[in-house]
Nanobody, 127 residues
Framework: QVQLVESGGGLVQAGGSLRLSCAAS????????MAWFRQAPGKEREFVAA???????????SYADAAKARFTISRDDAKNTVYLQMNSLKPEDKGVYYC?????????????????WGQGTQVTVSS
């Protein structure tokens, strides 16, 4: 059983940056693809970014269109942690950001790919 704990959310002005972290425990972190999803009030949870397990130390990252060029996902397998660096934040980026781990390891943008979820961290962007 994998436990995921997100941190790093908060209130930031539009144009600012935040770095989210997700610490994993209870499993072999390097075997899991990791992803970030978000959910705005009244909306469905949506994909933000994902990163696969490594093949020869090369990770494949994927992003939702809304996140491309502004967000960067990365992982540190030695620290059992995945990060989401968010730059140039916009009010529409507001929501609860969830970390997810998937045993298939592919790092795709579908919720069904992921077996474990964190409790989420709130991100609020003021205009």
């Amino acid at each position: 059983q994998v436990q995921l704990v997100e941190s790093g959310g908060g209130l930031v002005q539009a144009g600012g940056s935040l770095r989210l972290s997700c610490a994993a425990s209870g499993g072999t972190f390097s075997r899991y693809a990791m992803a970030w999803f978000r959910q705005a009030p009244g909306k469905e949870r949506e994909f933000v970014a994902a990163i696969s397990t490594s093949a020869s130390r090369i990770y494949a990252a994927s992003y939702a269109d809304a996140a491309k060029a502004r967000f960067t996902i990365s992982r540190d397998d030695a620290k059992n942690t995945v990060y989401l660096q968010m730059n140039s934040l916009k009010p529409e980026d507001k929501g609860v950001y969830y970390c997810a781990a998937g045993a298939r390891g592919r790092g795709l943008g579908y919720m069904d790919e992921y077996d474990y979820w964190g409790q989420g961290t709130q991100v609020t962007v003021s205009s």
